[in-house]
C-alpha cells in the first residue's frame, strides 16, 4: 500500500478529530506506523481546536469521528461545512460508527473523501486513508457502501449546502434570502435541487433530516 504514496499526493498535514481517547490512540498508531506520513500526523482532541488547526495548514487531510450522538453530530456536520465554505481545499474522511442511512446520504453529498466504518477492519481503513491521497472521487468501505448502494445523492454545490444548511436551522427560504443577501428565486431553486439530490420529498423530510443532523 505504500508504494502509492509519493511527496506529490502527501497532505501538508494529518488531523485525527476523534473525541474517543482509545479510538484515537487506535487511529493516530496506525498512521504513524507508515514512515512516510508518521511526522505529518496530530491529534486533535477538541473539535473546536481543529477550526484553528486547518486555518494554519491549507489543504490539510481531516480524519473527523461521525457520532451517533446528536449533540456531536451537529458540531461535526458544523465542521465539515465550514470547511466546505472557508476552506474547499481541505480533505475530510468521515470515520463513524453512525450508520444511519440519512446521515451518510448528507455526509456524501457535502463531498467528504471517503467514508470508513469504525467497525472496519484496520487494513481497510489504512487502505482507504492511503488512496484517499491520490483520488478526488469519493471512497466507502465496504458495510458503509452496502448502506449507500440506493442512495440518491449526488454531491451539493457550496450554495447548496449553504442553503439546505440555514433551512436546517429552521429558517424559510425568505429569511434565507434575506440573511445571505440572495435572490429568492434564486435561493428556492437551490433549495429544490438539494432536496432533490438528497432524496428529500417533502418539507417533513427536510425537518426531520435536520433534526437528525441538528440534534433537535
Given at each position: 500500500?505504500?508504494?502509492?504514496?509519493?511527496?506529490?499526493?502527501?497532505?501538508?498535514?494529518?488531523?485525527?478529530?476523534?473525541?474517543?481517547?482509545?479510538?484515537?490512540?487506535?487511529?493516530?498508531?496506525?498512521?504513524?506506523?507508515?514512515?512516510?506520513?508518521?511526522?505529518?500526523?496530530?491529534?486533535?482532541?477538541?473539535?473546536?481546536?481543529?477550526?484553528?488547526e486547518?486555518?494554519?495548514?491549507?489543504?490539510?487531510?481531516?480524519?473527523?469521528n461521525?457520532?451517533?450522538?446528536?449533540t456531536?453530530?451537529?458540531?461535526?456536520?458544523?465542521?465539515?461545512?465550514?470547511?466546505?465554505?472557508?476552506?474547499p481545499?481541505?480533505?475530510?474522511?468521515?470515520?463513524?460508527?453512525?450508520?444511519?442511512l440519512?446521515?451518510?446520504?448528507?455526509?456524501?453529498?457535502?463531498?467528504?473523501?471517503?467514508?470508513?466504518?469504525?467497525?472496519?477492519?484496520?487494513?481497510?481503513?489504512?487502505?482507504?486513508?492511503?488512496k484517499?491521497?491520490?483520488?478526488?472521487?469519493?471512497?466507502?468501505?465496504?458495510?458503509?457502501?452496502?448502506?449507500?448502494?440506493?442512495?440518491?445523492?449526488?454531491?451539493?454545490?457550496?450554495c447548496?449546502?449553504?442553503?439546505?444548511?440555514?433551512?436546517?436551522?429552521?429558517y424559510?427560504?425568505?429569511?434565507?434570502?434575506?440573511?445571505?443577501?440572495?435572490?429568492i428565486?434564486?435561493?428556492s431553486?437551490?433549495?429544490?435541487?438539494?432536496?432533490?439530490?438528497?432524496?428529500?420529498?417533502?418539507?417533513?423530510?427536510?425537518?426531520?433530516?435536520?433534526?437528525?443532523?441538528?440534534?433537535?
Amino acid at each position: 500500500m505504500e508504494n502509492i504514496i509519493t511527496a506529490s499526493n502527501l497532505p501538508g498535514k494529518i488531523m485525527v478529530v476523534v473525541p474517543c481517547v482509545l479510538t484515537a490512540a487506535g487511529v493516530v498508531h496506525r498512521l504513524k506506523s507508515m514512515p512516510k506520513i508518521n511526522k505529518l500526523v496530530s491529534n486533535i482532541k477538541m473539535i473546536d481546536e481543529a477550526y484553528g488547526e486547518v486555518l494554519k495548514v491549507p489543504g490539510s487531510f481531516v480524519i473527523l469521528n461521525i457520532s451517533e450522538s446528536s449533540t456531536l453530530l451537529a458540531e461535526e456536520i458544523k465542521f465539515i461545512n465550514w470547511c466546505l465554505m472557508v476552506q474547499p481545499g481541505t480533505t475530510i474522511v468521515a470515520y463513524t460508527r453512525n450508520h444511519k442511512l440519512s446521515v451518510l446520504n448528507y455526509i456524501s453529498a457535502l463531498g467528504v473523501r471517503a467514508i470508513i466504518s469504525q467497525y472496519e477492519p484496520s487494513e481497510t481503513f489504512t487502505d482507504l486513508v492511503i488512496k484517499s491521497f491520490s483520488t478526488k472521487s469519493m471512497l466507502s468501505s465496504p458495510m458503509i457502501k452496502n448502506i449507500l448502494d440506493a442512495r440518491i445523492s449526488c454531491e451539493l454545490t457550496v450554495c447548496e449546502a449553504q442553503v439546505i444548511g440555514e433551512l436546517f436551522q429552521g429558517y424559510n427560504v425568505s429569511q434565507v434570502a434575506q440573511k445571505l443577501g440572495r435572490n429568492i428565486r434564486t435561493v428556492s431553486a437551490h433549495k429544490r435541487h438539494a432536496m432533490e439530490k438528497l432524496g428529500l420529498q417533502c418539507e417533513k423530510d427536510l425537518h426531520v433530516l435536520g433534526c437528525t443532523l441538528l440534534g433537535k
